[in-house]
């Protein structure tokens, strides 16, 4: 498991056969997220869930509950699945090609968010004034 936070001293008792790796960032973090088999995404309530395309991102499958979040990064099959039943979750996700997952996030890349956040600027027809500041009789 990589990350801590405040269930952590639980979790180590409640599974002490498990890895614990702690909160992990840049290439440590890549190389261990591509190491796993599935990201296995235990949260009902995070709304966008960043970690999920990291995860892609290293070609890794996400399982997780079909909440908001994930409902919206989870492509069943090409990506992760998603189950009320996390176990169930998992078994199908192991079946998950990783270069699919890879391929899936393509549209989160900063070039392509660049490229969205551009074609959604707006060209303002009103004149600014000399200190960039409009005219409140406009």
Known sequence: MIGDGPA????RRDYPEARFFGAKRGEELASLLAAADVFVFPSRTDTFGLVL????ACGVPVAAFPVT?????VREGENGCLDSDLRAAVERA?????????????AYSW???????????AVNPRPVGARGFRNRAD
């Open 8 to 11: 952590l001293a639980g979790l």
């Open 53 to 56: 395309l990291e995860a892609m």
């Open 69 to 73: 979040g994930p409902r919206f990064l």
């Open 94 to 106: 192991l079946q998950v090609d990783r270069a699919s997952c890879r391929e899936s996030v393509a």
């Open 111 to 121: 070039e392509a968010c660049t490229r969205q956040f551009v074609a959604n600027l």
